[in-house]
């Protein structure tokens, strides 16, 4: 749990998110935040796997279905490949850091996958933490999430 009462399974009772789940008109929103989530830490996954894309093609998959430009089963299909990716890396990060791109882009077929992408992303950031250091990146993630909500909530 972090200072502002929130850790990565907290997300499951934020009522914020909670409630635009079953809202059909804020699915697009919540998987350009799912999306944002993910990439906001998929340099974790790059700096070690330089040459698979398949994370970053899942992130850009779900943008095009958010502009309209790609269909639920193609983005599934990108979310499925970098599932294997996750499984194929043997450092907990870079795994975390793939399957919150594969939870982004799996939020065009389920809204609820959003919160699996802001999980993994804490999770990504989780392995940063260092013991000597009052630093802790797992809380400044869900900060950095929960005022990206709520800009884009803004804008809707």
């Known amino acids: 749990m972090n200072k502002k009462g929130l850790d990565a399974q907290g997300w499951r009772d934020n009522k914020l998110l909670i409630g635009l789940l079953g809202d059909k008109k804020a699915h697009r929103i919540i998987a350009m935040w799912a999306a944002d989530c993910a990439e906001h830490v998929l340099h974790i996954f790059e700096e070690k796997y330089p040459e698979d894309k398949r994370p970053r093609e899942a992130i850009e998959a779900g943008?095009?279905?958010?502009r309209g430009e790609k269909r639920v089963g193609e983005v599934r299909k990108a979310a499925i490949a970098t599932h294997a990716a996750a499984r194929q890396v043997n450092q907990d990060d870079a795994r975390a850091a793939a399957r919150a791109a594969g939870h982004a882009a799996g939020t065009a077929h389920v809204a609820g996958h959003a919160i699996h992408a802001a999980e993994y992303a804490c999770k990504a950031v989780s392995?940063?933490?260092q013991p000597e250091s009052d630093a802790n990146p797992m809380s400044s993630e869900i900060e950095?999430?929960?005022t990206h909500l709520r800009k884009l909530l803004e804008k809707r």
Not at 63 to 66: E, K, L, N, S
């Open 144 to 146: 950095w999430q929960l």
């Open 63 to 66: 943008r095009a279905w958010i």
């Open 127 to 129: 392995f940063l933490i």
